[in-house]
């Protein structure tokens, strides 16, 4: 079955620099991948989504690859800020013209210090 | 613009009683609805989604079932709760590809 690997280890990076996380998967590509940020006792919010046939995607400080040869999503934000500290997850879509269901990695915890 | 409501936001139950959780969508017709389960500590687990009316799919075995009486009602219910059903448990929808999550429910068992 898919399995999705996202660092447990919480990144701890200064305010300005760039953070980047990453997300490694098992078996086939995703026909999307999907990044969502979560901060504690909320739901997750949807950030960016990238489609199997794209390498790059960009939204404001926000930037996702997607490697299906290297069989990972890699998730950068620049110039972070303390605002920006929370769990950031990946999903993978396999089929999104069909039931949409999402498979979660556990998340990476982030962590930006003034 | 839409909305998703999730209600109670907490609930402590005690081992062996039953539970309805339930989950409404605003500004949106026919979407397809998911309820996830959050352990501490863990990912999102899908438990159930479902692409319309009376139309319910279950991810995984448990003692939680799920129900769509209207188009923008989701209800997720237990006969009776063990002490592993408890969690953070959110309803999502889907739109454009992404899913967009409730508040959530924080369930304790005891």
């Known amino acids: 079955s898919q399995k999705i690997e996202q660092n447990s280890e919480a990144l701890n990076i200064q305010e300005g620099k760039t953070a980047t996380l990453t997300c490694n998967y098992t078996n086939y590509s995703p026909a999307y991948l999907q990044w969502y940020r979560q901060d504690p006792g909320r739901g997750p919010v949807f950030l960016l989504l990238i489609r199997e046939n794209e390498k790059e995607k960009r939204k404001e400080r926000l930037k996702v690859t997607f490697d299906t040869t290297l069989k990972q999503s890699l998730f950068h934000i620049t110039a972070s800020q303390p605002a920006d500290s929370a769990t950031y997850l990946c999903a993978l879509d396999m089929n999104p013209g069909n039931t949409g269901k999402l498979i979660f990695g556990q998340g990476t915890t982030l962590q930006v210090k003034p | 613009s839409q909305t998703i409501h999730q209600w109670p936001a907490t609930l402590v139950q005690p081992v062996g009683s039953p539970l309805s959780l339930e989950c409404t969508v605003e500004g949106t017709s026919n979407p397809n609805l998911y309820w996830y389960r959050q352990a501490a500590g863990r990912g999102l687990q899908l438990l159930f989604y479902?692409?319309?009316?009376?139309?319910i799919s279950s991810e995984v075995p448990q003692n939680l079932s799920a129900s769509r009486p209207q188009d923008r009602q989701f209800i997720l219910s237990s006969k009776k709760l063990l002490l592993s059903d408890s969690g953070f448990y959110l309803c999502?929808?889907?739109?454009?590809?992404?899913?967009?999550f409730g508040p959530g429910t924080r369930l304790t068992v005891l």
């Open positions: 999502a929808w889907r739109s454009g590809g992404g899913q967009f």
């Open positions: 479902s692409v319309g009316i009376g139309q």
